[in-house]
């Protein structure tokens, strides 16, 4: 378990994180959730003893004192591997410094390598791989050496749809097996599919935590899911006027009463062409952007 209680972190005038508290269990998958520069990454930094709090604690299963090193994996958002190194090799070194003999890594490696199909790029320099594969070895490096706690800073980007499952069924298996499991992301598709639990911060500021499904119904509401024929009928004014958003080539807007309903999708016919018109459940992404705004 990893117990947050009312950290705070100042960089000169500027307060990064503001008395910011939640629990992530073991065995269930936390999304750490906020709009650039909330605080995200400084939290973790913190989590991960990178830096430290100016005040409040970080508790880790009943104890303050950080775990040694080696119960941790740590995906950083600044990627970075030594480029000149093959993968395999690479990946060995780290587990040894991990504490892992060289034939157990061995082992688990070409198992990951296999999983992510990498297996005929082992002797391959890593600065030779896409940005995608070596997104791939770096997290392979998170999780060779079976942390106890998975703190994952944007793990998917640069992930294609494919590795992105696969990432996710290995999350799913650490966390079957009791993980302290925390990943940082902007893909709200990805922590509607995964996550148990979620918090949300804004400048810093706790906005909201919780189970993810208490969350949905608590700022949940209906929207007015528009899909216009064109680009031109995408951007016009009357979506905005609406308080629309684009959502993958989708209008989402939002309504407080049934009543205005009709009156709205009257407008919608006269003045643009759709392919479609419904009324749908908000999504996450639809609940993050109300309450980032200060809406509910």
Known sequence: MLVLEKITKQFENVLAVDSVSFTVQPGRIFGFLGPNGAGKTTTIRMIMDILRPDSGRVIYSGDT??????????????????QKIPIKELLIYFANLRGLRTGEASKV????????????????KVGELSKGNQQKVQFINCIIHNPDYLILDEPFSGLDPVNQLILKEILDEFK??????????????QVERMCDDIALIN??????????????????????????????DLNHAIFADMKGEILDHKIHIPFE????????????????????????????????????????
């Open 257 to 296: 009463h049934e009543s205005a309903i009709q009156e709205m999708i009257q407008k919608i016919n006269q003045t643009v062409s759709i392919r479609s018109i419904r009324i749908a459940e908000a999504g996450l992404e639809e609940i993050f952007i109300s309450l980032v705004r200060g809406e509910k």
């Open 176 to 189: 079957d097996h009791g993980k302290t499991i925390i990943f940082s992301t902007h893909q709200m598709d």
């Open 65 to 82: 004192k950080m775990p040694d090193a080696r119960a941790f994996g740590y995906l950083p958002e600044e990627r970075g591997l030594y």
């Open 203 to 232: 400048k810093g500021k706790m906005v909201v935590a919780g189970k993810l499904r208490d969350v949905k119904e608590t700022y949940g509401k209906k929207i007015l899911e528009v899909i216009p024929l064109s680009e031109a």
């Open 109 to 124: 490696i070409d198992m990951y390598l296999e999983r992510f199909d990498l297996s005929a790029r082992k002797d391959t």
